[in-house]
């Protein structure tokens, strides 16, 4: 039987996370005494014993928690049995850390338990997550000028989900410091989850932002003292209020950022279609024919390739002919997108960390993926190029969304520049030229063709030399530099 705390996602923070954390909140503070300062999901009250070892008064420290079972970190505190979300502070704070629970709405049973409250209070921003929920109270309950320094996922940065929430901290605070925390920071806790440090300080009445974001990407280990120098940007955070959606990039080189900033041209412009057809139940609608027998009432079905699958791969699944007949007998069978029904196009990659993209042959049905079609099919195969290469995988995955689920409208957000004859004919005639390769052998290695992709695309988009290494350095190994 786990506890409210586990049952909520709370996990106990390391303790090398909690010095630093402790020590950068105390740094953005003006002085240590007189200080308010909350830990509102205290837990094994980690965050305050370390305050307290840091000097700190026990006077000055306030703990709340939800769990009746959880003692109160220090006698001398002021520690109450409370929920959070809905206590009734504001301002009166100087200061709060912490590590809030990660449980989104449809996780946690507390979403439908407090709905009206939940939606009340922070229908707003968003309510998506409980740590999303901590952050927008915390701030709420800081004195203007007062400090933040909180462990949560890396969800917030890119999804689409969490724009009003981004929104939200762009106007009301500045932001002083994200750090992408080490991949395997909770794996001890059996938590696989992707995490950022953020520290902001509240805006007060009329103040306007002039300081620069301290942003730092993903660490290997807990050296956050000393992280490497090529991990450390300094960006305005008004380069975020031009991101589209408000995306927060952490360490993303300017000559990459630039092509996202005010109203560009992306590739929603020159690529139109989307996701296809939802069966509900694939088992029941879908067949595999193993055997390469396949009758011919069943026709190909492209739901979602892998890196594997890139440039272009036999179909794994079939659909019948007859299925517009499923529709209106099964509640759960949706069709989008029917105008581009057995087009020619481009079938991506959703799920996963990777991403990559190929060929969607003519009169074939597709998923629930990204499927793309050109305005001019003769550009198919430039787009498919395009796709493919390393710069636009790194737009996609460290600039657009974070998470493992790429959808087409992510990936039409990606900045359009418009390629010279000589560059477009290059990118079609290798396209072409890799898929005839692949029919023939699907084992056929692209590495030489894909550098002349990556080359040509780098010089399309004018990304400088260091840049490049950048992105080949996260191509390279996503899983972990994500």
């Known amino acids: 039987m786990f506890s409210p705390q586990r049952t909520m996602g709370q996990y106990t923070t390391p303790k090398e996370t909690v010095h630093y954390m402790t020590r950068k909140l105390l740094s953005e503070l003006p002085t240590k005494s007189n200080m308010k300062i909350l830990d509102p999901a205290t837990g094994d009250g980690i965050f305050i014993h370390t305050l307290l070892e840091e000097g700190l008064s026990a006077e000055n420290l306030y703990a709340f928690d939800i769990d009746r079972n959880t003692a109160a970190p220090h006698p001398e505190i002021h520690f109450h049995y409370a929920d959070f979300l809905k206590v009734d502070q504001p301002g009166q704070y100087d200061a709060i850390i912490g590590n809030p629970p990660y449980k989104s709405k449809r996780q946690s049973p507390y979403f439908s338990k407090n709905r009206e409250i939940i939606q009340r209070d922070f229908g707003k921003v968003g309510i998506h997550n409980l740590y999303s929920l901590f952050i927008h109270k915390g701030i709420q309950c800081l004195k203007p000028g007062g400090v933040m320094t909180m462990i949560v996922q890396d969800s917030f940065l890119t999804n689409i989900y969490y724009k009003s929430f981004r929104e939200f901290l762009l106007k009301e605070t500045e932001i002083k410091e994200i750090i992408l925390a080490p991949r395997r920071l909770f794996h001890k806790g059996k938590a696989d989850v992707r995490t950022a440090i953020i520290t902001l300080k509240k805006k007060g009445t009329g103040a306007v932002t002039s300081s620069q974001m301290r942003l730092v990407d993903r660490l290997n280990e807990q050296n ?176 657009l969304n974070r998470t493992n689920m790429i959808t087409s409208g992510y990936i039409k957000k990606i900045p359009y520049i418009e390629p010279d004859p000589l560059q477009k004919q290059v990118m079609i005639e290798i396209a072409r030229s890799i898929v005839e390769k692949k029919k023939e052998n699907p084992s056929f290695q692209t590495d030489e063709w894909q550098s002349l992709v990556d080359q040509t695309v780098y010089e399309i988009y004018n990304i400088s030399n260091s840049s490049r290494s950048k992105v080949h350095d996260f191509c390279h190994d996503i899983m972990e530099k994500i």
């Open 224 to 399: 956050y003292d000393h992280p490497p120098a090529d991990h450390i940007q300094y960006l305005s955070q008004q380069a975020y209020e031009q991101m589209p959606a408000r995306n927060f990039a952490i360490n993303v080189p300017e000559d990459i950022l630039t092509h996202f900033e005010g109203s560009y041209r992306n590739l929603g412009n020159v690529l139109k279609g989307g996701t296809g057809i939802s069966t509900g139940d694939d088992r029941s609608f879908l067949r595999s024919f193993k055997d390469g027998h396949v009758p011919p009432e069943w026709i190909p079905f492209y739901k979602n390739g892998g890196r594997k699958d890139a440039w272009y791969y036999e179909p794994k699944y079939y659909i019948h002919k007859n299925w517009p007949d499923y529709v209106e007998k099964n509640t759960n069978f949706t069709v989008r997108n029917r105008s581009y029904f057995y087009q020619k196009g481009i079938t991506c990659s959703s799920m996963g960390v990777d991403f990559s993209a190929a060929l969607l042959p003519e009169g074939s049905l597709f998923g629930v993926n990204a499927n793309l079609f050109p305005e001019q099919e003769e550009d198919l195969y430039y787009f498919l190029s395009l796709l493919n290469s390393k710069l636009m995988k790194y737009m996609v995955r460290k600039v």
